[in-house]
């Protein structure tokens, strides 16, 4: 029942800007965290960036001060505005979130499909 869609990916010269988005949707009762993560070719998945339900917030040490995450818990809404993008940065980005659903009384993890982040040289 519960579906987290992702938007805002695309290509970008280095030194750009992009917005992602993140909208969970369904029988959601609370959301206890968010978190991006991002994937990049041969290599492992990293946790880019997270916020708690106390919007305490933390970064990988490669962009902080470049992007910044947020939420809108109205809408269930997750997004990561990312400046000043490198080649580095490229990579298919995730949108998790840590739930509990109105048919559950634990929490548990969910993921969005990925968004491709390109940025070239």
């Known amino acids: 029942q519960v579906q987290l869609v992702e938007s805002g990916g695309g290509l970008v010269q280095a030194g750009g800007s992009l917005r992602l988005s993140c909208v969970a949707s369904?029988?959601?009762?609370?959301?206890?965290?968010w978190n991006w993560y991002r994937q990049a070719p041969g290599l492992q998945r990293e946790l880019v960036a997270g916020i708690t339900h106390d919007n305490d917030t933390h970064y990988l040490e490669p962009v902080k001060g470049r992007f910044t995450i947020s939420r809108d818990n109205s809408k269930n809404t997750l997004s990561l505005q990312m400046n000043s993008l490198k080649p580095e940065d490229t990579a298919v980005y995730y949108c998790?979130?840590?739930?509990?659903?109105?048919?559950?009384?634990?929490?548990?993890?969910?993921w969005g499909q990925g968004t491709q982040v390109t940025v070239s040289s």
């Open positions: 998790n979130a840590d739930l509990m659903t109105r048919r559950s009384y634990c929490y548990s993890d969910y």
């Open positions: 369904g029988s959601i009762f609370s959301i206890n965290a």
